[in-house]
């Protein structure tokens, strides 16, 4: 199915995939790594040889990389799909990317777990995010993702019962850019270019603040007030 939209420069934009038949995507720590590690090599204007994808690994941070194609403003990684917050900077820059990356991804996948096929449900999905307030939300939807895991029936169809578990979860997480907006000095945060985007919170602190607010509401169930 054709999109219903054309990606312009200076828009924003939500894009995720998941794995065919909702299959898982990552099996290992080493596959959200490479995937992660993907994110940043596959930013870059210039074209990718097969033989190149080899590389895309922890070796990558801090190479040099041809003009960026995209901002990233937020990432998730999850069992059997993902999400970026991206900002198109160059014309059919999201379109270049993705398809370096996700065919990258599946390359170095299937030659690990041996397997044959298409791992990702068809095309990527993409949502214009033309509105300031769904913008903010999903910085929240985006790095609150994980707590399914913990809490599949929660948040955001419920707000989050036991916040102080899920702030722990979130602490043991690490295949999000959730720790980069804590100021957790680590090699992926190369990946973002958090000042394309706006300024919603300018602290660790005041990030904190903002998902701690979120998960007291359910964007889906209505919201309440609680400790934690």
Known sequence: MARKFVFSVGEFYHLYSRGNDKRKIFLTNDDYQRFICSLYAANGSEPIHLSDLHQWSSEVWGQKRAETMLDVGAYCLMPNHFHLLV?????????????????????????????????????????????DEYLNYLYAYIHLNPVKIDNPDGWPD?????????????????????????????????????GAFPEYFQTPREFQDFLHDWMNYSPLGGDTSQSG
């Open 87 to 131: 900002k198109e900077k160059r014309e059919g820059g999201i379109t270049s990317f993705m398809r370096k990356l996700l065919t990258g991804y599946s390359l170095y996948f299937n030659v690990k777990h041996k397997r044959t096929g298409k791992l990702f449900e068809g095309a990527f999905k993409a949502t214009h995010v033309d509105d």
């Open 158 to 194: 419920k707000i989050v019962q036991n916040i102080a578990t899920a702030k722990a979860f979130l602490e043991d997480y690490t295949y999000s850019s959730y720790h980069d907006y804590l100021g957790r000095p680590r090699p992926e945060r190369a990946i973002l270019n958090p």
